[in-house]
């Protein structure tokens, strides 16, 4: 019988934290994690969406149902991936995005009651086609996307964000009578210093999951007050899959096709994003083929998914946020996390459990998490090559320039819609001055030496 060989060079290669398989007691509280954070934005857009057409509490919770079960397939679908067709297979959470909701909302407003939601599923399926058409050429373009370039992009991920765990930390709905009121601001403070608590006073597995810890003790610290709401939980049906076009066939506009073609490409370039930072945080490098096989599952997501009732579909900034903060890279972990919000579509019973956190809870622990992403990209910069007075520069206007929308959110508005659009979004606007500055910099003429290496084409 042949004895096992014990040279060293015949040793398995360790598995990388990515492809790591976490047990059951590890793995489940951090997919709680991801839902909890990415829950609030999953349900942002149907729940905004359905109101501005009408539809009823029942249309409503079908809406959100189908936005759940479309971000878990999804979801799966980049974290587990087809062989070299689709997914980036990074712990990757794909969801409806708040960033289609404007152009969304101005074609329900320009379209006949009844044929609304039709003219966006329309439109939406469309960009779908057009992000798998040029997925593959955006994906080519990554040699313009250096170090310095992403840690711009990666930076203005977590400060643009800002304004939005903000808001919740002062209730979510400002037009509530109790927006910005005291007990809300005292609520997510409280969770806040729970999840630095956590933080600063253990180890090990406890202490990467001190932004579940925070947001279940701030959720049961807001029950005796009143401000943790049951409402959802009574109403909500016990089992409600999607059916196939239950709101109309698809309308094909022009109009509207073109204004959500134009949003699937601040998408495609928040997403790119989204996947190289992502790919800073694991210390596996995003390539071109990684990016091209993430934009294809974002264009399948869009295409697919008004079948069922969901909206245009991209990265989850909140998610970049948790692997960031508690260093848990397992794509498994996020695999769980999109099927459990697989179930949570099918039963929306459970999908009102999760809701019960309330929005200034979510909001101490937002804090943490954009300024997390923020911090991701901080530490890129300073590995890019700021000795340099040309990247600095650099860096300078890019901030400056994705900071605009942020200090000003009416700057724009006298510029044509397709530039809002583009401009509009911290993000984009950011990542288009930085790309056009490292090519006036780093590509246009020559230079005697170079701070921006291109990333790998596979």
């Known amino acids: 019988m042949a004895q096992p060989s014990h040279d060293p060079h015949h040793l398995p290669s360790p598995v990388h934290p990515v492809d790591e398989k976490p047990a059951a007691k590890r793995l489940v509280p951090a997919a709680l994690q991801h839902i909890a954070a990415m829950y609030a934005g999953v349900v942002t857009p149907p729940l905004?969406?359905?109101?501005?057409?009408?539809?009823?509490?029942?249309?409503?919770?079908?809406?959100?149902?189908?936005?759940?079960?479309?971000?878990?397939?999804?979801?799966?679908?980049?974290?587990?991936?087809?062989?070299?067709?689709?997914?980036?297979?990074?712990?990757?959470?794909?969801?409806?995005?708040?960033?289609?909701?404007?152009?969304?909302?101005?074609?329900?407003?320009?379209?006949?009651?009844?044929?609304?939601?039709?003219?966006?599923?329309?439109?939406?399926?469309?960009?779908?086609?057009?992000?798998?058409?040029?997925?593959?050429?955006?994906?080519?373009?990554?040699?313009?996307?250096?170090?310095?370039?992403?840690?711009?992009?990666?930076t203005l991920i977590g400060v643009t964000l800002m304004p939005v765990p903000v808001g919740w930390a002062q209730g979510g709905d400002e037009h509530a009578a109790d927006?910005?009121?005291?007990?809300?601001?005292?609520?997510?403070?409280?969770?806040?210093?729970?999840?630095?608590?956590?933080?600063?006073?253990?180890?090990?597995?406890?202490?990467?999951?001190?932004?579940?810890?925070?947001?279940?003790?701030?959720?049961?610290a807001a029950i005796p007050f009143g401000m943790a709401s049951f409402d959802g939980l009574r109403s909500a049906p016990v089992a409600a899959l999607p059916t196939p076009f239950s709101f109309g066939a698809p309308e094909f506009q022009p109009a509207a096709i073109l204004s959500l073609c134009l949003v699937m490409l601040v998408l495609m370039t928040e997403s790119s994003a989204g996947m190289l930072a992502l790919g800073e945080i694991c210390d596996r490098p995003t390539t071109s083929?990684?990016?091209?096989?993430?934009?294809?599952?974002?264009?399948?997501?869009?295409?697919?998914?008004?079948?069922?009732?969901?909206?245009?579909?991209?990265?989850f900034a909140q998610n970049v946020g948790v692997v960031s903060l508690t260093r848990v890279r397992s794509r498994y972990v996020v695999a769980l996390a999109g099927g459990t919000l697989l179930v949570l579509g099918a039963f929306p019973v459970l999908g009102a459990v999760v809701s019960l956190v309330p929005m200034p809870v979510l909001g101490g622990a937002g804090i943490v998490l954009f300024g997390s992403i923020a911090v991701s990209g901080i530490r890129t910069l300073a590995e890019a090559g700021l000795d340099d007075s040309s990247n600095i520069i650099l860096v300078a206007v890019s901030l400056g320039a994705g900071i605009i929308p942020l200090a000003a959110p009416t700057f724009y508005a006298d510029f044509p819609a397709w530039a809002q659009t583009v401009l509009g979004s911290?993000?984009?606007?950011?990542?288009?001055?930085?790309?056009?500055?490292?090519?006036?910099?780093?590509?246009?003429?020559?230079?005697?030496h170079s701070t921006v290496p291109a990333l790998k084409s596979s």
């Open 179 to 220: 927006f910005g009121a005291m007990p809300n601001l005292a609520l997510a403070a409280f969770t806040l210093v729970v999840i630095l608590l956590v933080q600063r006073f253990t180890q090990g597995f406890v202490k990467q999951i001190a932004l579940l810890i925070g947001l279940v003790v701030g959720t049961v």
């Open 426 to 448: 911290g993000i984009s606007a950011g990542a288009l001055a930085a790309v056009l500055l490292n090519l006036f910099f780093h590509h246009l003429g020559t230079r005697s």
């Open 289 to 315: 083929a990684t990016i091209t096989r993430g934009l294809r599952t974002d264009g399948l997501a869009t295409l697919l998914g008004p079948v069922f009732g969901g909206f245009p579909t991209s990265a």
């Open 48 to 154: 905004i969406i359905g109101q501005a057409v009408g539809l009823d509490a029942a249309g409503r919770t079908r809406l959100i149902a189908a936005g759940l079960l479309v971000a878990g397939l999804a979801t799966l679908l980049q974290t587990l991936g087809i062989r070299r067709f689709a997914g980036n297979r990074l712990p990757f959470v794909n969801a409806a995005s708040s960033a289609g909701i404007t152009p969304m909302l101005a074609i329900a407003e320009t379209t006949a009651k009844g044929h609304q939601l039709p003219a966006i599923y329309g439109a939406v399926m469309v960009a779908g086609v057009f992000c798998l058409a040029i997925g593959p050429f955006f994906g080519r373009l990554l040699r313009y996307f250096p170090p310095l370039v992403t840690g711009v992009v990666i």
